[in-house]
């Protein structure tokens, strides 16, 4: 499956954004789906996930309150509603698939197989 990742861009902190996932190649709904970041010198972060028929969510703590992801399995789309941005939320975003069924949702980079190019997002205090 290839995935891009579109919507990022500058905002001012306190405001919103939604990333955008659009999935293609294969039966999207057979994925797990996961959205990840990268910020200047850090890891990758594990955001949150979402399983293939959006059943299951899961979320890292540090956005459990400001983030949400779903999905639109008709139109092959994940989306990543975020919310009360922060200056700290500055990172490049990436959306991830793994093929899995029922309730499983993966936390982890290496769980995921595919992974789409990232896009920025700016939050300015």
């Known amino acids: 499956v290839q995935l891009q990742a579109s919507g990022g861009g500058l905002v001012q902190a306190g405001g919103s954004l939604r990333l955008s996932c659009e999935a293609s190649?294969?039966?999207?709904?057979?994925?797990?789906m996961g959205w990840f970041r990268q910020a200047l010198g850090k890891e990758r972060e594990f955001l949150g996930g979402?399983?293939?028929?959006?059943?299951?969510?899961y979320y890292a703590d540090s956005v459990k309150a400001r983030f949400t992801i779903s999905r639109d399995n008709a139109k092959n789309m994940v989306y990543l509603q975020m919310n009360s941005l922060k200056p700290e939320d500055t990172a490049v975003y990436y959306c991830?698939?793994?093929?899995?069924?029922?309730?499983?949702?993966?936390?982890?980079?290496?769980?995921?197989?595919?992974w789409g190019q990232g896009t920025l997002v700016t939050v300015s205090s």
């Open positions: 991830a698939a793994a093929r899995a069924g029922g309730s499983v949702v993966g936390t982890v980079r290496a769980w995921y197989n595919y």
């Open positions: 979402i399983s293939w028929n959006g059943g299951s969510t």
């Open positions: 190649g294969r039966t999207f709904s057979g994925y797990a």
